[in-house]
């Protein structure tokens, strides 16, 4: 039976006690004791006397120097001078405990597969995967191994990383060590006691995505061994511990404590010591709490890019021009840009010349795109001068005769109209007077201009299409003088010149055109935005808000719908796999073997079978280009020379094909001419209709 209890009497109000006095005294002591001024434990006379023994004239040092790697490494202690540090150091360390003994990796916490701890100078405090460690004051071992690398190395160290390992299971992952508050001229010094690990270095290149084949450097650390890691090894090379692989249920109990001795910069001791004061007055593992939000976070980057404002429709269906490659006088004239037409798309098998990767001397299967490009023709030449608002145009002279196809281009309506366009510039070749006008503005030109462009014109009417206007622009003349690129000029008046004039096997070019236009477009197709939750009101596919209320206006970064395609695109370093000339007669005979390759001799054309869907056959000369480029079939397509001086790999690489595809483009093809069809299929029902019909 319970007895009765004495009434609750409480005399003063009770004080809300404070996170420090929930501590024990003696608990609190010890956690405290890093932040506070506590008087270090005596050094070891035995310790000190060994530590001190060593000379830098007594050490062997190896170099290892491979790309951008750069490592000293020796052995710094004798076994006994070793052992001796690695007991003292056992009895005196204190090891992180609770949240400072895990890790976050994508998202989620793991434990620490070894154990960690920091000292240094008063204020300093390191960084790595979120967390934020504040230095305890230096052991007195710890100060003597620092004056051994002083003396050695000839370089001053203010902070030290230890890692415990229990035994052969205990790892480190690969990791580089590269954090902004390092020096990089002072290298990190590494010193081993305990157990033999193996140390390796890896390439970053040899990880993904590159996965090029670098061999690993490997190091086994003995007892007492120091490493030093010079600059920039760390920018380049991951380092890590793997652990021991040992024979079914054995397990090697022996420890290994490795020391990473760093130089901070100074900027971040006043921020440690800030952070130092305040969790002044709360225990030593509290001081490291992360902030952790409960929420998820609402926030997100935006939606595309603004690097192709206005995402307007093009002002033209030709591809425009807006820079040049940079002139070089010592080269000879030549063409900096051609016209062509988007073909299609098929595939190629080449072998691929890049050492160091995996696909290296392998065959590796690549899309291209076919242009068709007729020869162009010359019809006139435009002088630009420099004035104060840029180039202006000074001069032009056109050529005496010019075909229909290209009068076309200057008329809305040419059925209805006089067909009379530029009669008097062909007046002036048949006049003696004319003539010297001529005459007298191209000397002017060689006088006064900076820059001649020609004026051609694609051949249309050979294409066979449905089109009979003619795309014409100008194409600026490189390399030489300006008189002999107005001389080129005139002497290409009415000519041809074909694309192989121009652009050369293995060139990078730039590709210029107008892409497919979708129309009128929501946010969800035009940006990407993300479509909203299913009972949300009025509509899904739409920006839940569009801006705050104040600025009282929406602001053009909001993503909002409008014109998707049709946009001036420029893509630049696109690599030519081969430049085929169309079909033609050579000694009596009709040549259509462009698609053949030195490992595959079978006689066939650049066409597919059955044609390029919405195309039909390519009959001229043509340049393969490696990937897409804008645009759907039969628009026009401006090939640049490269603006730049390509010295890269890929830019400089030799194609080597081996194989064109020419199967059908509609569905799944299988054959890659009729006759290879006909050969296995037999003669089919058409087949037999014709012969019954001759």
């Given at each position: ?156 160290y203010n902070f030290v990383l230890i890692n415990r390992y229990k035994d052969g299971s205990d790892k480190m992952g690969e990791h580089k060590d590269d954090e902004k508050e390092l020096d990089t001229n002072v290298p990190i010094a590494s010193l081993s006691l305990g157990q ?105 980057p935006r939606h595309g890019s603004m690097a192709f404002y206005p995402k307007k429709r093009s002002s033209r269906h030709r591809p425009k021009v807006k820079a040049f490659p940079k002139d070089d006088r010592t080269k000879p004239v030549h063409l900096t840009a051609f016209l ?199 509509g899904l596919r739409k920006v839940a808000c569009i801006g705050a209320w104040h600025p009282s206006r929406v602001q053009f970064t909001v993503a909002r719908a409008g014109q998707k395609g049709y946009h001036h695109r420029t893509e630049m370093n696109k690599k030519i796999y ?117």
């Amino acid at each position: 039976m319970m007895g009765k209890q004495p009434p609750l009497v409480m005399e003063k109000p009770v004080k809300r006690r404070k996170l420090s006095d929930t501590v024990s005294p003696p608990e609190e002591e010890k956690w405290n004791g890093a932040l506070e001024s506590k008087p270090p434990p005596a050094p070891s006379p035995c310790l000190s006397m060994l530590l001190s023994q060593v000379q830098s004239s007594d050490l062997r040092w190896n170099k290892i120097k491979r790309d951008n790697l750069d490592l000293d490494y020796t052995v710094l202690f004798s076994k006994a001078a070793a052992s001796s540090l690695l007991q003292a150091l056992e009895e005196q360390v204190e090891y992180f405990t609770g949240d400072l003994a895990r890790v976050r990796v994508f998202g989620k916490w793991h434990n620490l597969p070894r154990k960690q701890a920091t000292y240094g100078d008063p204020g300093l405090t390191y960084t790595y995967s979120g967390i934020q460690t504040p230095a305890r004051p230096w052991l007195p071992p710890l100060q003597h191994v620092r004056d051994v690398l002083a003396r050695v190395t000839g370089h001053h160290y203010n902070f030290v990383l230890i890692n415990r390992y229990k035994d052969g299971s205990d790892k480190m992952g690969e990791h580089k060590d590269d954090e902004k508050e390092l020096d990089t001229n002072v290298p990190i010094a590494s010193l081993s006691l305990g157990q033999e690990r193996n140390f390796y270095f890896r390439h970053q290149d040899s990880r993904p995505p590159k996965k090029l084949n670098i061999e690993k450097v490997q190091i086994q650390l003995q007892h007492g061994s120091l490493l030093l890691m010079n600059s920039p090894t760390n920018n380049f090379w991951y380092h890590a511990l793997p652990p021991l692989r040992l024979e079914p249920f054995r397990v090697d109990k022996e420890k290994r404590i490795a020391f990473k001795y760093r130089a901070m910069r100074c900027g971040n001791c006043v921020r440690g010591q800030q952070y130092i004061n305040n969790r002044a007055g709360q225990p030593f593992f509290l001081s490291f709490t992360r902030d952790i939000m409960s929420h998820r976070k609402f926030s997100a980057p935006r939606h595309g890019s603004m690097a192709f404002y206005p995402k307007k429709r093009s002002s033209r269906h030709r591809p425009k021009v807006k820079a040049f490659p940079k002139d070089d006088r010592t080269k000879p004239v030549h063409l900096t840009a051609f016209l062509g037409y988007k073909a299609g798309m098929t595939h190629v098998v080449r072998v691929a010349d890049k050492p160091g990767s995996k696909i290296n001397r392998k065959e590796v299967v690549e899309g291209v795109t076919i242009l068709e490009t007729p020869p162009m023709v010359c019809v006139g030449v435009v002088g630009y001068i420099n004035t104060p608002r840029g180039m202006r145009a000074f001069k032009t002279v056109w050529a005496e005769h010019l075909s229909e196809e290209c009068k076309r281009r200057f008329y809305k309506n040419w059925h209805k109209s006089k067909k009379k366009a530029f009669t008097n510039a062909t007046q002036k070749w048949q006049d003696q007077v004319g003539k010297k006008v001529i005459e007298k503005d191209l000397a002017k030109m060689k006088k006064y201009c900076s820059a001649v462009r020609i004026i051609a014109h694609t051949q249309i009417k050979i294409l066979k299409k449905r089109q009979k206007k003619a795309h014409i622009m100008e194409i600026q003349l490189n390399g030489g003088t300006i008189a002999d690129k107005i001389d080129w000029a005139v002497s290409h008046f009415e000519k041809q010149v074909p694309v192989e004039n121009v652009f050369g096997q293995d060139e990078m070019v730039d590709v210029i055109g107008v892409t497919k236009g979708k129309g009128v477009k929501g946010v969800t197709s035009r940006w990407h935005t993300k479509k909203l939750p299913r009972k949300t009101h009025k509509g899904l596919r739409k920006v839940a808000c569009i801006g705050a209320w104040h600025p009282s206006r929406v602001q053009f970064t909001v993503a909002r719908a409008g014109q998707k395609g049709y946009h001036h695109r420029t893509e630049m370093n696109k690599k030519i796999y081969r430049i085929g000339k169309g079909v033609h007669t050579k000694d009596g005979k009709v040549v259509k073997n462009n698609a053949s390759t030195e490992y595959d001799f079978t006689e066939k054309t650049i066409t597919p079978m059955g044609g390029f869907p919405h195309y039909g056959e390519v009959n001229q000369d043509f340049v393969m280009i490696k990937g897409c480029c804008a645009g759907p079939k039969k628009r026009v397509v401006c090939l640049r020379k490269s603006l730049l001086v390509q010295t890269k790999r890929v830019a400089l690489e030799k194609i080597d094909l081996h194989f064109i595809d020419t199967s059908s483009k509609m569905g799944h093809g299988r054959f890659q001419t009729s006759a290879e069809k006909s050969a296995f299929m037999g003669p089919l029902k058409k087949d037999k209709k014709k012969l019954l019909q001759q």
